[in-house]
């Protein structure tokens, strides 16, 4: 079963960064990101297939905007149209950005510039 652990996991070691799994903890650095799964498809009644959606939301300090706003567009890059890799013991068949690029999304509480990043995924279950 696929779990925001395995994802930001797996996004840790292709693309180096600070992930956390559905929130930012107390105590994070200004610079890092979370991952959730956020619903997505129902199951297919007639296979093993879901389409599970998943969220990256990645923040930073302003004095870092071009390097916040740069590490968004290349998670976007790195995870459309990408086929058959793994995220822990689930393979993923298919991810699929259901936008264009990264969405800017404003500012924290703390001023911190946001960005998310929303995908479909299709794995099938195990």
């Known amino acids: 079963m696929l779990k925001p652990k395995m994802l930001a996991d797996m996004l840790q070691a292709e693309m180096p960064f600070k992930y956390y799994v559905n929130e930012f903890p107390s105590g994070a650095p200004d610079a890092s990101a979370w991952v959730r799964l956020t619903g997505g498809y129902p199951p297919s009644d007639w296979s093993p297939r879901k389409q599970p959606s998943m969220q990256i939301v990645v923040r930073g300090p302003e004095k870092e905007a071009v390097q916040i706003e740069q590490l968004a567009y290349d998670l976007h ?50």
Do not use: K, W
């Open 77 to 126: 890059q790195h995870l459309h149209q990408r086929r058959e890799f793994y995220a822990g013991t689930t393979l993923i068949r298919r991810c699929t950005a259901d936008q264009s690029g990264p969405l800017y999304v404003g500012r924290d509480e703390n001023d911190r510039l946001l960005y998310s990043l929303n995908f479909t995924l299709v794995v099938m279950s195990e």
